[in-house]
């Protein structure tokens, strides 16, 4: 995922090695620039940092500093609730990539081998495991079938004995 895959105000900061490291939104409103950053890999999702800073000259700024306005003004709500989908994205993609060898894009559309069933078998596994979405819902976005078609896919794994028989999850 890039910076062109973000909503509006969003970017990703990478480390030297390219891997995404921070999420971050910005807005800037009047003088201010409103910033929050939420890490990557930490345990929990959402902003660990918010800041409202002076964007423009010092002579745009109000005296008193930062005014009450400006602070009730950031959407903590939504950036809260955009962090967590864009997260579980960005996860989820890079973990599939490095524990599947494939991100779920790729996911092979018709399963003629035993490898085929093997790698849909470890990616519905693992989309279980990260995801707070359903897991079916994942596997259209990432894949692009249509949900008829992943239900039926699922239904021929768990024939197979690759995956769970309870339908948790589904």
């Known amino acids: 995922m890039d910076n062109t895959d973000l909503p509006p105000g969003?970017?990703?900061?990478?480390?030297?090695e390219g891997t995404p490291?921070?999420?971050?939104?910005?807005?800037?409103?009047?003088?201010?620039?409103?910033?929050?950053t939420c890490p990557l890999w930490?345990?929990?999702?959402?902003?660990?940092?918010?800041?409202?800073?002076?964007?423009?000259?010092?002579?745009e700024a109000p005296d008193g500093g930062v005014p009450v306005d400006a602070l009730r003004s950031f959407p903590l709500r939504e950036i809260k609730a955009q962090a967590r989908t864009i997260m579980g994205r960005i996860r989820l993609q890079k973990v599939?990539?490095?524990?599947?060898?494939?991100?779920?894009?790729d996911l092979p559309r018709?399963?003629?081998?035993?490898?085929?069933?093997?790698?849909?078998?470890a990616a519905w596994t693992l989309?279980?495991?990260?995801?707070?979405?359903?897991?079916?819902?994942v596997l259209m976005d990432h894949t692009g079938m249509a949900q008829s078609s992943v239900s039926t896919r699922l239904a021929q794994l768990r024939k197979r004995g690759l995956i769970d028989t309870d339908k948790e999850g589904n």
Not at 23 to 35: A, D, H, K, N
Not at 46 to 59: D, F, K, N, Y
Not at 110 to 121: E, H, P, S
């Open 110 to 121: 018709r399963c003629r081998t035993d490898d085929d069933y093997a790698l849909w078998a």
């Open 21 to 36: 490291q921070t999420l971050v939104w910005e807005e800037r409103r009047g003088p201010w620039l409103l910033r929050a």
């Open 42 to 59: 930490a345990h929990y999702e959402g902003p660990s940092e918010v800041t409202v800073t002076l964007a423009g000259p010092p002579g």
């Open 10 to 16: 969003w970017r990703l900061d990478h480390d030297d």
């Open 96 to 105: 599939s990539e490095e524990v599947l060898g494939v991100p779920l894009s």
């Open 127 to 137: 989309v279980r495991r990260i995801s707070k979405t359903s897991p079916v819902k």
